[in-house]
Every structure is written in structure tokens, then in C-alpha cells.
């Protein structure tokens, strides 16, 4: 079973998919995370991001994802970069690169290649994203498209951030989210957008919890 849940920054997707995935005894492929190393390499080379430039350091890098006791851990080129890809810099310039069709499809192809190897393994995978439902896996059995008002996502990357020991003020947080989600939902390759066949779950008011049992209950009507 492939369960999709796609949404905007800060909508609690990697939170929900998590919690859902280990309620399933499944792994959790965040291809976040998978936009955001390639994005730190591409940092480390050139700051301004030359998409010129660029294509050496793709051509070169080395990127790969271990799902490790829970947890999903990033490397590049050997390198452990779970946590250094988690600052608003790198948010940035994941949103930014993953506008490039040839970042899209280097990264589509993988996360096809893992989420069938992962289902074969464990009976089952959660994927969360942007384009899960519509591109990485239209067929996928479960569907979920979260979103939540700006401020509340915004209070929540916050959160987040300050629980890695940066603090960043509220109204940075915010035009930050909302960039990043002009930028996701305007470009031209698989731009962020609900499947047609999703479920749409608002999660503005809904706890953490709620957010794992509503679409855990999901994923049992179609077991
Ligand atoms: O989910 P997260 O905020 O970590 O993703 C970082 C960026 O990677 C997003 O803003 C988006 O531009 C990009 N992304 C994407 N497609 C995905 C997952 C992430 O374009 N499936």
C-alpha cells in the first residue's frame, strides 16, 4: 500500500506521516528532504545558485536516504546532512531548485525507485511531498492533501525551528511559507496541487493527533 500526503510547508505533513507510518509499522519516505540535500550541495558550491553552474555539481553529488530504526536519515556523497538541511536557507533553496525540470526528474525517478522497493519490504509506505498524488504516485492507494491557515503554519515551522535552537521571528517565518508556497504552486513541472481523487483535511484547528487518527482511518477503509 502507498499512502500520498501532499500540502503546503508547515501543514503537518511530515509530523502526521511519521506518526502514521509507525502506527502502520511502515516506512516514511519525506521527499522534502530528498529536494532539500540537493539544495545543500548545490549551496556549498555557489550561494547564488547558477543554475549553470549547477549541473556539474549535480552530475557529481551523491545522494541517498536510509530508513534507520524510525527514522529517515539523508546522506550526500557519505556525509550524514539529516540535520543541516533543516534551516530556512536551505527551505528556500529547495523551493527554488525544485523548479528545475532536471532536479524533478532525477528525484521523481528515485522516489519511485524507493517507494516500490520500501512497499515490496514492508508491505506498505508513507510518502509526503508535494506531487506525490499527482505525479511520484497517481496510483496511490491513500491520498491526503493537509492544509491549515498561513499563521498557524507559520507558528508551527516556528515551533519547529526553535526546537533546533533557532529563533526566528514570526513575521520571517511567515513570508517565508508564503513564498515558498507561490514559488511551489506556480511552477511549471508538477507544481503543488490536490489529486482530484485526494481527501483534503484541514488541520488549522485539529491536534496532532487528530490530524494521525483521521487519516489512519483512511488508510483502514482501504485496507
Ligand atoms: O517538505 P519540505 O518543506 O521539506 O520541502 C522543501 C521544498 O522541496 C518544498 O518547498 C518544495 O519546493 C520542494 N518539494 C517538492 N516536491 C516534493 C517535496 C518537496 O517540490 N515532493
Known sequence: MI?????????GKSTTARRVAERLGYPYLDTGAMYRALALALLRQDPTLDPERARDTLARVQLRVAWDNGRLRVFLDGEDVTEAIRTPEVSQA?????AWPEVRARLLAEQRRIGRAW?????????????IGTVVFPEAEVKVFLVADPEERARRRQRELAERGQEVPLEQVLAEILQRDAQDQ???????????????LDTTSLSIDEQVQRVYELVRERQ
Open 3 to 11: 499512502i500520498a500526503i501532499d500540502g503546503p510547508a508547515g501543514a
Open 119 to 131: 512497499e515490496r519490504r514492508y508491505g506498505g509506505v508513507v510518502l509526503d511531498g508535494r506531487d
Open 94 to 98: 529547495a523551493s527554488r531548485i525544485s
Open 186 to 200: 506556480q511552477r511549471a513541472v508538477a507544481p503543488l496541487r490536490k489529486a482530484d481523487d485526494a481527501v483534503e
